[in-house]
């Protein structure tokens, strides 16, 4: 069989027994320095948004995965994307984008109205994300504004978006009213 003729990956919602191979990937991916980012502080307490969280699978192996967290900008609720991960020899094959595109589908599929991230605009671009006006919104901790992006997920939601970013709801009693999250 050639290698066009290999069966590609698949994408399917990620389930409890995904979750150490997702954690081990965003390990190997991310390195420990991660919790120390501001987007990762304001998971910390807080379930990810399951209906939106999808592996690709190929040959029965974990490629890459997607995650997406509930956030209040304002008072406006919105998404936060990643992590967004894929294995190191997957890289450049497409997986990362596939597994965007089909999260953000399913977003707007439940009426979610606007997701934002941190990252590169050259790639998160291939979706649809765009830099947001500096300033717009402010992340609780150290963000370089020039990495912050978003998407409507319904026509001009994200106009209405401004304000502190943090987190939207609390599953853990210790991280109530934003414990942890100083500024600077």
Same mark, same amino acid.
């Given at each position: 069989? =050639?290698e066009?003729?290999?069966?590609?990956?698949?994408?399917?919602? *990620?389930?409890?027994?995904?979750?150490?191979?997702?954690?081990?990937?965003? &390990?190997?991916?991310?390195?420990?320095?991660?919790?120390? #980012? +501001?987007? @990762? $502080?304001?998971? &910390?307490?807080?379930?990810q948004?399951? *209906?939106?969280?999808?592996?690709?699978?190929?040959?029965?192996?974990?490629?890459g995965? /997607?995650?997406?967290?509930?956030?209040?900008?304002?008072?406006?609720r919105?998404?936060?994307?990643?992590?967004?991960?894929? #294995?190191?020899?997957?890289?450049?094959?497409?997986?990362?984008?596939?597994l965007?595109? $089909?999260?953000?589908? &399913?977003?707007?599929? $439940?009426?979610?109205?606007?997701?934002?991230? /941190?990252?590169? &605009?050259?790639y @998160?671009?291939? /979706?649809?994300?765009?830099?947001?006006?500096?300033?717009?919104?402010?992340?609780?901790?150290?963000?370089?504004? =020039?990495r912050?992006?978003?998407?409507?997920?319904?026509?001009?939601?994200?106009?209405?978006?401004?304000?502190?970013?943090?987190?939207? $709801?609390?599953? *853990?009693?210790?991280?109530?009213? +934003?414990?942890?999250?100083? +500024?600077?």
């Amino acid at each position: 069989m =050639s290698e066009a003729s290999e069966p590609a990956w698949t994408i399917r919602p *990620e389930r409890p027994q995904d979750a150490p191979l997702v954690e081990h990937l965003n &390990e190997t991916a991310f390195g420990p320095g991660r919790f120390a #980012k +501001s987007a @990762y $502080r304001l998971r &910390e307490g807080v379930s990810q948004v399951d *209906e939106l969280a999808f592996v690709a699978i190929q040959a029965g192996e974990l490629r890459g995965s /997607v995650r997406f967290w509930p956030i209040m900008i304002g008072a406006q609720r919105a998404l936060m994307l990643g992590p967004l991960a894929v #294995k190191s020899d997957q890289r450049g094959r497409g997986i990362g984008v596939a597994l965007m595109e $089909r999260a953000l589908e &399913e977003a707007r599929r $439940r009426g979610h109205e606007a997701a934002i991230l /941190v990252g590169d &605009e050259p790639y @998160y671009a291939r /979706v649809g994300f765009a830099k947001l006006p500096s300033g717009r919104i402010r992340f609780p901790g150290p963000v370089d504004p =020039s990495r912050v992006l978003g998407l409507s997920l319904k026509p001009g939601s994200l106009l209405n978006l401004s304000g502190e970013v943090r987190r939207a $709801r609390l599953d *853990e009693p210790v991280c109530a009213d +934003s414990a942890g999250l100083a +500024s600077g």
